[in-house]
């Protein structure tokens, strides 16, 4: 058992007990608990990435719901002490949950929270940075002149790559994806591949609409193109970024191959998970093509990087912060408060997870109803009609 972890508690008195295993943004979520009657309880303790005997030492004896982090283990282990504890509630502080088996949370008929939406722009937005950052070798430019290297303007310093009129791929026209895809289209006039199990229709008629205006103001008129394959946008684009989920289906979605296949002068950005692609391929590969360039925000061994990666000056890196603005993150601590806290109170489940907006509004009550609950159908929880 781990040693009891360090906690700061608020509204002591409350009926409910909810954990939060990290300190996160913002007041407005530990008010939301505490004005429900919630005894709020938050690990202060250092250490970054907390272990399951941590947190089972969090969860102590009762329990009615716990905000957890993308980095922990949540699966049979912590399901189970969550249930002995008396608890239903868990969130994800985080729109991606592979780090949850969720068998194993419907098996204790506990509630699996996550905050899709709220996190989807600037998430994309930091995808957008990468790929130009990337394309116009920011990073190295930037640590050249701190070297004091720079002696004068020269034809060939720091050439990079136009982004105007190339060809942007999207694996994972999502929520995130399809943002992205829309701001290096309207942004750089670049035109669009993009690879997806199911058609992003809306992404689709966006950029339509874009040619059109450009077209009828005497430009030339972006394109778009949905690829039969996955491959055929690799092939194609000359930026491309990769916004899937991390299943079994993704694991090593681009590897040695894969990459092989890719332009020599390409730019491939990863926000999605780390796992998404083979790392050690990667580095062979950055290694192999020094015109070749990545953006990385995630990792296959986070918080590790694979032999090499940081070595290399074609690659770059930084921790995880794609979800990183004030307004996100205090966002998806409010959503992730709001699913643990509705499922406490019996709230049914909002009808539209990617219409967040109404729990976001801090000037009115949010709807008395959980955010997103990504197995409400297996619990058989009701939705809301608002
Ligand atoms: N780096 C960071 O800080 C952040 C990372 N993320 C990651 O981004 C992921 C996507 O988030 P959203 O866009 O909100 O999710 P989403 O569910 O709206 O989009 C994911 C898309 O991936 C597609 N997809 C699934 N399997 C696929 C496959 N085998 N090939 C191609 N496409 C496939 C789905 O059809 C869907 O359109 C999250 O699951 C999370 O892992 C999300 C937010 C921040
Ligand atoms: O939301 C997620 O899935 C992240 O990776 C962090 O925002």
């Not at 015109?291 to 995630?298: H, I, Q």
């Amino acid at each position: 058992m781990a040693k009891p972890v360090s906690i700061e508690v608020w509204n002591p008195r409350g009926k409910y007990r909810v954990v939060s295993t990290k300190p996160m943004p913002g007041t407005r979520w530990i008010n939301l608990l505490i004005e429900q009657d919630c005894r709020v309880e938050i690990c202060t303790q250092k250490k970054t990435i907390l272990s399951v005997e941590d947190i089972i030492a969090l969860i102590g004896d009762k329990c009615d719901g716990v905000i957890g982090q993308l980095t922990e283990d949540w699966g049979e282990t912590l399901f189970s002490a969550l249930s002995r504890a008396g608890g239903k509630a868990f969130s994800n502080m985080a729109v991606g949950y592979n780090n949850v088996d969720v068998n194993a949370a419907n098996k204790y008929g506990v509630a699996v929270g996550n905050t899709p939406g709220v996190l989807t722009e600037t998430t994309a937005e930091l995808a957008a940075s990468l790929s130009v950052s990337a394309a116009r070798r920011i990073v190295e430019a930037d640590e050249f002149m701190r070297a004091g290297l720079y002696d004068g303007w020269l034809p060939n310093l720091f050439v990079g790559n136009l982004l105007k009129g190339q060809t942007v791929g999207v694996i994972g026209a999502g929520r995130i994806g399809s943002a992205y895809a829309r701001m290096m289209v309207e942004g750089f006039k670049m035109n669009l591949i993009y690879y997806d199990l199911y058609q992003a229709t809306r992404l689709e008629k966006f950029v339509t609409a874009y040619a059109e205006f450009l077209k009828a103001n005497g430009e030339q008129p972006v394109t778009w193109k949905r690829a039969a394959s996955m491959d055929e946008v690799l092939r194609e684009a000359d930026v491309i970024s990769l916004h899937p989920i991390l299943d079994k289906t993704t694991y090593h979605l681009v590897n040695k191959e894969r990459l092989a296949i890719m332009k020599k002068e390409a730019v491939l950005v990863n926000c999605s998970r780390g796992p998404v692609i083979d790392e050690v391929a990667l580095v062979e590969h950055l290694k192999q093509n020094p015109m070749f360039r990545v953006g990385l925000d995630v990792f296959e061994d986070e918080p590790y990087m694979k032999p090499g990666l940081a070595d290399l000056k074609n690659a770059i890196v930084v921790p995880h912060i794609a979800s990183a603005s004030k307004w996100t993150r205090e966002g998806m601590a409010t959503l992730a408060a709001l699913n643990v806290l509705g499922k406490i109170k019996g709230y049914p489940i909002w009808s539209d997870p990617n219409q967040v907006e109404p729990f976001l509004n801090e000037n009115v009550p949010p709807p008395a109803a959980s955010p997103s609950i990504v197995n409400a159908k297996a619990l058989g929880l009701p939705v809301s009609r608002l």
